[in-house]
Each structure stands twice: as C-alpha cells, then as structure tokens.
DNA sequence: TTGTAAGCGTTATCAA
DNA sequence: TTGATAACGCTTACAA
C-alpha cells in the first residue's frame, strides 16, 4: 500500500502539516529537520496523492488543454500536435501536469468553463478553437489565466509564428539571389495565415518595386496537393514562367511541382520553389522540399512559459500577440 | 461558486449521501425521490468534483496512457495518436477519463506504477512502450488492468493489426490479377511486424509455388524514403523487372517508385507498386499509392472495450493478442 | 519552529 | 428508503 502523509509523519516523529510544508517549501522550517525529511521523502519515494491535494488545496498544479472544438480532430493534428508536445514537456518540468478538457466528464455533458472549475485547473491552453464557439468564449472572459496557440481574441494571449517574418525570408532569398522573376501561390486566404502571408507578400512586392508580369500571385480554390497540381498547371500555360515560385503551404507546392515536371520543367534547375510549413513528410519528397519551418517547439515553450507567468503573478488575462521567429530550411528545391 | 454535493441536498431536503446514491446509481431508492434529483441535478448542471470523488472512493473512472518512453515522441506519431484518438473517444463516452502517464509527477521522479498508485488509475493503457523497460515491465506485472496497442508481453492482452492478413490481401490481388512476376520489398526486419509480413509473404510464395526468378524478396537498410530509393535502384537494374511490387511501407515505397520513375519505367503501367501503412501523405502522393491500411480506429476502439472488460468484470492480466483485419485500397499505383 | 485541528467535497457504512 | 457520520489524504490557519 502507498506511503500517506501520515505514515511519513509517524515515522519521522513529525506533524503532517510539517511534512506538508517542508515538501512544498512553505512556511519557516529549521534546516536540520527539512533536511531529513526530504532525505527520508527521497529515499521512500513519497509523493503526495494528487486528488488529496487538489482538494485541500487551492493551487491545483494542473493545466486544462482545449485541443478542438471537434473531438474528432484530437490528437491527430501534426503541427497542433508538436506545439502540445513541447507545451506539456515545459510544463511538465515546472511540475505541472495537463489534461484534455472536453465537453463531457464522464456521463455529463458541461461546459470548458465548468470543466474548469470541476477540475480546478489553474489555467488552460487553447491549442486549437473557434472563436465562434460559446464555450471558448466563456473561458476566455473568465478568471482562469488563458494563452492561445491559434485564435486571437480580446482578453487573450496567443503565441504564433510571425507569417509576415515567412514572407520576409523568402524575399531575403530572392534579393540574395538576385532573382526578380517570381511570383507567389497562396491558399484559401479565408485562413487567416493565408491572407497575413499573401498581405505581405503584395506589401514588399510593391515597396521593391518588382514588375508584376503576367500575373504574380495564384490563390488556389483549396488545401490539398490537387489544387496545386491545377495552380501548377496554369503556370506552366504561361508565356513566360517564373524562375522562382513562394507556396505559402507545402501541401499544396507538392502537387504544384507534379504539375511542373508533367509539363516537362526541371526543379530547380528551371523553376525554383519555396514551400511552407516543413510538414513531416517534406524532406522525403523528391526533390526535398526547401521550405519556411515553423518553429513549434519555440511556440508551445512559450506558450507554457507566458501562461505560468499569468498564473504565478496572478495577472489578468490581456489581448496580446507574441510572435515566433521563422526560417528558411534551403533544400533540394532552390538552388 | 460551483455547487456542491451539500447544496444540493440543502436545496432538495435531502441527506448529501442520498444524492450521491442516485447520482452514482447506487443503494436502493425510490423511484419519486430519484426522479426528482435527477430533474434537479440535469437542470442545476451539478457535476461531482472530480478530486474529492477520486479521494472517497475506490474507483477513479481514470485511465492511464504510457504513450511512450521518450516524452519527446510524444503526440507526434500519427500511427498511435490516431489510435489514441478512439481509444480516447469510447472510453471517454464510457466515463472514463484519460490522463498521460509519464515517470515524473509534478517534480519528483516515480516510476510507472508508483504512478498509477499515487493517480489510483482504475487501468492502463500501453499506446507504445519497449518491453525492456523495467517501468513497462513492473505496471503488466502488478494488480492494474494493462492493455497495450504495440507490444506483447506476458500477462498482457495486445491489440494489433493482422500482419498476415495483410501479405493476403497484397497476394489475393496478385492472384486475382493474374500476376505471377512479383517481388517484396521489406524494411529492415529488426521490426516485428516487418519480420512477420516478411515471414507471411515467404510462407505464401512457396504455399502457391511461385518461380523465386532472380530475387524475390529485398530488405532495405533503413525505414525512410531514401532507403526505399536505394532498392528502387537495385530493382531497376534487374535482368527482368517485376510487374507487381508489394513494399511493406508506404514511405519505403514513395523512394522506391521515385528510383524506378527516374530510371524510365511508368507507374503503373509498367510495374505496379503496393504499400503498407496509408500514412496520411500516401493519398497526396502522385501517383496515389495503392497501400494495406490499418484500421486504427478499430485498433482503439477494440483495446478500449478490452480494457474495460478486465476493468469492470475484475479480471487479472492474460497474454492474449486480438487481431484487427486490414484492408487494401486500390489507388493510382495498381490498375 | 513545530503541532493541532478544521476543513476540502465525496462516498461508504451503518443505523434509523 | 433515507440519513448520520466516519473516512479519504492532504493543506492551512492558528495555537503552542
């Protein structure tokens, strides 16, 4: 059986509420007994059962992940997925623990603001939301410290990759590389990243200078490597064909370079091409992928680093962006 | 302030303990007074806090996940993230509640089972683990209910997708097809569901008698697409080429079909290509490859029932393996 | 500096 | 059928 408070306390001819305090370093402790007890602690492997804790105690050392709206998407999410992953490593290390907030606990339907409460979180992450959604909504605006990952709202913190630093390095690269013959291919701009990347890319387009061509930016009608492939295909039908093209997805510029090489172009050697996202699978297609990564583990550590910031200072939660720097990754597909 | 099991009673008159009963479905009541706190609690929204629930009672209506032993694979893998995704699904609709297991708690180091004690999980989830680790080791090997999606052990129940039947399907397409000339190309066999394909596609290529002609069966150095390639290379060169190549990875295979394209032969008119996993890239590929998928959902699904079997009937841990059957999708790299 | 004792919100046992 | 009451294991005022 599991080692109590109590038993500890008996063994060491102590209180519990000294046991209690010398373990979480509160209150005044003369050194020598705080010394042996964390000794007799270490070596008996005692830790205190957390439900005991969270029930006595204010301070719950548990943290409330929102992941989607739509359970369904969960865990599946790569780039989500990575940002939970360094979230949870740094939290975890400051002796956090999370767990997934859901619409129901157990058998009852509820909402996140009363899941919060239930589970007397002391924050809570929203990794990936709507902000359409009631339930976000009523989280946000309440008393529990909220940093987001993905949506922007009043009253909340979001951490998320600076796009208009993206659009800036690919820029950088043709500027380096001297090339003034590109053109860029974006996705739905109804995607709020989207549009930031295709804002700034007309932004420095213009402040250079360049001579627009033909026509120096495709929005394709969707997400997927198809409507690359089709986008791919207009540009190919071109007079004159770009030497260099910015796809703001990599998903999509992997059905773009099908399209190209159908139409008998070499990459790079012809059309050089600069990808977005560094998606798992885009060093294994060939050619590899040159490409903006995403710095996800910077954003999940400061995404955890800023929300215990609010929980430790008590701080209110306040409308703000914290931007993540990007990079350039050159691979086999620029030159 | 969030009701309590008190106010409740307070407000119905009733004793808390009579509340709990009913909400617990417990004790013998009678049908007016439950149907009145029933009303009352659907309508109040009230919901048991979660702590003082796990603290007073045997059972914790909590799950714990090993999903890994290195924290930093994490959610990343998208293979058993999606496993864990319906896993998560049904035992949440069962009113359990999932939590990660990892091997510190707040800041103290504890392994697994000291974990599960101090979480008073009512059982395990093993997503993926290494049979080595004594932590794996000491959890299947206590009083918990463990079930595990990856590895086999003794006293473990492990649900896992059907490795033979998949080389079936491949070998039933070739039969049905009429195919005689083909090959496999497996990776290194170090894994063992590589080895058990590998084992199975040997087993049936003598069983129907095939001619072995100059090589029948490759294995490659490594798991990734370059590995793939390198093999691709090798096949190219042959005297005579097969018509029908069964890869037992889909990334293997994305390597594999680039060497083969680069060396003149079209997909799939001149040698069909089938994979195994249907990762998430594999239907973006061009051409789409035809692959085994493994229906992961099921995967979670099963373990989960399972668990929950030996959970709620009391069982103890038995080495059992349930087998899910997997299926071929015919994309653009069959005909 | 240490100890006592009262909670935290439930459930479980036993009595009414 | 319902209700008191004692746990559950811990934290926290407050007293010593």
């Not at 000794?39 to 439900?51: C, D, I, L, R, T």
């Not at 490593?89 to 997934?100: A, F, L, P």
């Not at 309440?142 to 709202?153: C, L, N």
Request: charge should be neutral.
């Amino acid at each position: 059986m599991k080692k109590t408070i109590i038993d500890v306390a008996k063994e060491l001819n102590l209180a519990p509420s000294t046991i209690s305090k010398i373990v979480n370093n509160k209150g005044r402790i003369s050194p020598e007994t705080r010394a042996r007890v964390l000794k007799y602690v270490e070596s008996s492997g005692y830790v205190a059962m957390s439900s005991a804790r969270k029930l006595s105690s204010k301070k719950s050392w548990t943290i409330g992940v929102i992941y989607s709206d739509i359970s369904l998407v969960g865990f599946e999410h790569p780039f989500f997925s990575r940002i939970l992953q360094s979230f949870k490593s740094y939290v975890e290390k400051m002796g956090y623990e999370i767990v997934m907030i859901v619409s129901k606990l157990g058998k009852n339907e509820m909402t996140y603001l009363d899941w919060c409460q239930n589970k007397k979180v002391d924050g809570v992450l929203i990794i990936m939301g709507n902000i359409n959604n009631p339930n976000i909504i009523q989280v946000v605006n309440s008393d529990f410290p909220v940093v987001s990952t993905d949506i922007q709202m009043k009253n909340l913190h979001t951490v998320i990759c600076d796009d208009r630093m993206g659009v800036q390095k690919m820029f950088e690269y043709a500027l380096k590389k001297q090339i003034e013959n590109f053109i860029a291919v974006t996705g739905p701009i109804t995607s709020r990243s989207f549009a930031e990347r295709m804002h700034e890319f007309n932004r420095l387009f213009d402040f250079y200078g360049f001579d627009k061509g033909e026509q120096n930016l495709y929005i394709t009608n969707g997400f997927s490597s198809d409507s690359g492939y089709a986008i791919g295909e207009e540009i190919a039908k071109r007079k004159k064909v770009p030497k260099l093209i910015f796809v703001f997805s990599d998903v999509i510029a992997f059905g773009l370079i099908r399209a190209l090489e159908h139409h008998g172009y070499k990459i790079p050697s012809d059309i050089q091409v600069i990808g977005y996202d560094d998606i798992d699978f885009t060093k294994y297609f060939v050619p590899a992928l040159s490409t903006i990564v995403q710095d996800t583990k910077a954003i999940g550590t400061t995404a955890a680093k800023i929300l215990l910031g609010y929980i430790e200072e008590n701080r209110n939660n306040e409308h703000k962006v914290t931007y993540i720097p990007v990079d350039l990754i050159e691979r086999d597909t620029t030159e």
